[in-house]
Nanobody
Framework: VQLQASGGGAVPAGGSLRLSCAASGGTVSPYYMGWFRQAPGKEREFVASISVRGAAFTADSVKGRFTIFRDNGKDTVDLQMNSLNSEDTAVYYC??????????????????WGQGTQVTVSS
């Protein structure tokens, strides 16, 4: 399975972006999917995950601002990000977890990763 993330960019504080992650080479519809982010000098951080049926688990730091979606028919997972601030600046990665443990909160629970897309929020 290959994952391709897109949608990153530079936005002013308070702005919005929608990230998208598309899978190819196999279907991801039976699996949990998620988004993580990594800021310079920091470890990869959990952002949100989504179950096969669309149940979401979101990090406290983005709750109420970020929403995760998936389209099982298209093998995609999106992250809608609103009210962005400078602390959201990071490279964002999508991933697929083949485990059955919900929620897949830790990066080691993910088996496939996209290449990352840069989000830069200017204050």
């Amino acid at each position: 399975v290959q994952l391709q993330a897109s949608g990153g960019g530079a936005v002013p504080a308070g702005g919005s972006l929608r990230l998208s992650c598309a899978a190819s080479g196999g279907t991801v519809s039976p699996y949990y999917m998620g988004w993580f982010r990594q800021a310079p000098g920091k470890e990869r951080e959990f952002v949100a995950s989504i179950s096969v049926r669309g149940a979401a688990f979101t990090a406290d730091s983005v709750k109420g601002r970020f929403t995760i979606f998936r389209d099982n028919g298209k093998d995609t997972v999106d992250l809608q990000m609103n009210s962005l601030n400078s602390e959201d600046t990071a490279v964002y990665y999508c991933g697929v977890s083949l485990e059955n443990n919900w929620p897949p909160y830790y990066s080691y629970q993910y088996d496939y990763w996209g290449q990352g897309t840069q989000v830069t929020v200017s204050s």
